[in-house]
């Protein structure tokens, strides 16, 4: 029975990798579960490669970092190169959500359970680039991380007050939306496995 | 009350020195220890202390030592390249006996190394830093909730032997956000400094001793305070006097290494009669800890201990838990300074077997494991 996620948001500095983590960070204490957040620090979060990496645990967490991600989301083609070994090791069972768009999968590299959506272009169409982590938390919230959705929305709240919060507010519901659309999909056979471990997990938290 | 809230590291020291008392801070922002400054810019002020961004670090400690003269609970925080201008002064409230925190968020060194990165190699910095012979107390957090649990210790251990405490945090705890709870000062036993009370005529600042601490006034109280770095006697002035020279010196070590019980003690985790344990500190003690877990687990008999008080070195309690022990794993992200130390204990070198990692990333629970296992079969 899985009741530990470790999710890494990957991406370029801007699209709000590290305030995307702490948020979903929040959302998990705000749930009462344990949670850890850490995020890249360095140059790099002004434009170049920035992750954002969260543990939610209904278990004590020993080792607060990330080796082995079980969600993985990229929003742009660098991070392929940064997560290659992860991605290409047989043995690690780790979900790759990617922006369909802008970071579409290296061909033949990535054969596992991936996952594409618009992010990127979504997050531009109803409030800018910088709410594509938004987007993305959505998507996760909707499809697997045990999250009520109310906290995740009252942690974006907190983090953005004022205008800029309904706007990412926004964001996040077509996130939810987007994965609303997959629901469907789910019970065809890319989709088995991901929604096998929906069922394994939501009775474990709710 | 106990407040639960999602910090970082940095923050969990800063709102710890609040907590504990303290009302004073003067520090140079360095990366990785820019939000301890940052967040003590607003809390200080709103807290009735003093902020004060110095032009350097050599000033923040001195005015540090000052402010706590005068009677505050003051500290300041910095990373390697400030620790090390820091070292003069170090010196300074060793032999003056100024109560004061310093927290060194650890970065990748030598020298300004990689600032944003990770790294365990200022063991021996912040104790030998430093000349001149003297002991003090270096703790180290391995959890957000230590960085705030650990912080009020400093505070009260400062107070209690009168020595400049040291927090070692690392670039990874420092930003790394987790569960802590808060309590507040309230709920928190603080030590409270001990103040001169006989007859103001002929008061001897080093002349009377509790434990080996001298009972100190403040800058300002009706008891004349002297202080000088200069070898002196009970009543402050200095002295080349070799007998005075050599009871001030060995007091100032005495004072803390006789005192050993009172500091924080190693954690053990796991099986006492375990055939290879596990040392480690700081973040690295983390990963120990998952994969002394997940080998107990698969039914190998491992222990962990895990240093929260680094110097003086815990040599008696470390000697006893790990006496049984074949292995010894020391996991630490440098070349092997606290594994220096269990030979200095007495524990045979062929025992020992270390986890060095020395590429600016923290050292992961599956390279302790494959260590653990290698050395198991």
């Given amino acids: ?85 992860i991605l290409n090791s047989n043995g690690a069972r780790t979900i790759l959500i990617y922006d369909q768009d802008h970071a579409p999968p290296p061909k033949g590299k990535v054969n596992r359970l991936s996952y594409g959506f618009t992010v990127v272009n979504k997050a531009r ?73 929906f069922i394994f997990c939501f009775p474990l938290y709710l | ?76 925080a910095t990373s390697g390249p400030g620790f090390a201008l820091m070292s003069e002064n170090i010196g300074l409230a060793a032999m003056v006996e100024v109560p004061c925190v310093i927290i060194n968020v650890q970065r990748y060194g030598p020298s300004t190394g990689i600032a944003t990165k990770f790294s365990q190699s200022d063991v021996m910095a912040v104790r030998w830093g430093s000349p001149g012979d003297h002991s003090l107390i270096v703790l180290a957090p391995s959890s957000v909730q230590d960085c705030y649990d650990l912080t009020v210790e400093a505070f009260n251990l400062s107070e209690r032997f009168r020595t400049p405490v040291i927090l070692l945090s690392d670039a990874a705890l420092a930003h790394l956000r987790e569960k802590v709870e808060i309590r507040e000062p309230g709920e928190l036993n603080l030590y409270q400094r001990k103040k001169p009370s006989g007859p103001v005529d002929g008061y001897l600042p080093y002349g009377s001793l509790h434990n080996d601490v001298p009972v100190m006034s403040n800058f300002g109280d009706k008891h004349i305070l002297r202080v000088t770095g200069l070898v002196h006697q009970a009543s402050g002035y200095s002295s080349d006097n070799p007998r005075v020279a050599e009871e001030l010196v060995q007091r100032l070590a005495r004072k803390i290494d006789n005192y050993q019980e009172e500091l924080p003690a190693p954690f053990f985790y796991g099986r006492q009669s375990a055939d290879l344990i596990v040392v480690s500190f700081g973040i690295s003690a983390r990963a120990s800890l998952e994969a002394v877990n997940t080998a107990n687990n698969e039914g190998f008999k491992t222990g962990m201990l895990e240093l929260r008080t680094i110097w003086p070195f815990p040599s008696k309690k470390v000697k006893e838990l790990c006496s049984g022990a074949k292995k010894i794993l020391v996991v630490e992200a440098n070349r092997g300074q606290v594994r220096e130390q269990l030979i200095s204990c007495g524990i045979p070198p062929e025992k020992l077997r270390g986890i060095n990692k020395q590429n600016a990333e923290v050292i992961t629970p599956s390279e302790v494991l494959s260590a653990l296992k290698e050395e198991n079969s």
């Fill in chain 2, 1 to 76: 009350m106990t407040i639960k809230k999602l910090l970082t590291g940095n923050e969990a020291c800063a709102y710890a020195a609040v907590n504990a008392g303290a009302r004073f801070f003067a520090g140079y922002p360095i990366t990785p220890a820019t939000e301890i400054v940052e967040l003590c810019s607003k809390l200080m002020p709103s807290n009735n202390g003093v902020f004060i961004q110095m032009e350097d670090e050599i000033a923040s400690l001195a005015a540090v030592i000052g402010a706590s003269l005068g009677g505050t609970k003051a500290f300041t």
């Fill in chain 1, 125 to 197: 169409e109803i409030y800018s680039e910088k709410g594509a982590c938004m987007v993305a938390l959505g998507i996760l919230t909707g499809l697997w991380i045990p999250l009520d959705k109310t906290n995740v929305s009252q942690a974006i709240q907190e983090a953005f007050p004022g205008k800029t919060g309904l706007q990412n507010i926004k964001c996040f519901e077509e996130g939810l939306k987007l994965a609303e659309k997959k629901h469907p999909l789910r019970t065809s056979k890319p989709f088995v496995k991901g929604r096998n471990i």
């Fill in chain 1, 1 to 85: 029975m899985k009741n530990t996620w470790r999710i890494i948001l990957s991406g370029s500095g801007g699209q709000g990798m590290g305030v995307a983590g702490k948020i979903l960070a929040e959302a998990a204490f705000l749930q009462g579960l344990n949670t850890t957040q850490s995020q890249t620090y360095g140059a790099g979060v002004r434009g170049d490669l920035s992750q954002s990496g969260i543990i939610i645990s209904n278990e004590d967490i020993l080792f607060p970092l990330i080796e082995k991600p079980d969600l993985l989301v990229i929003l742009n083609n660098k991070s392929y190169g940064h997560f290659a070994p």
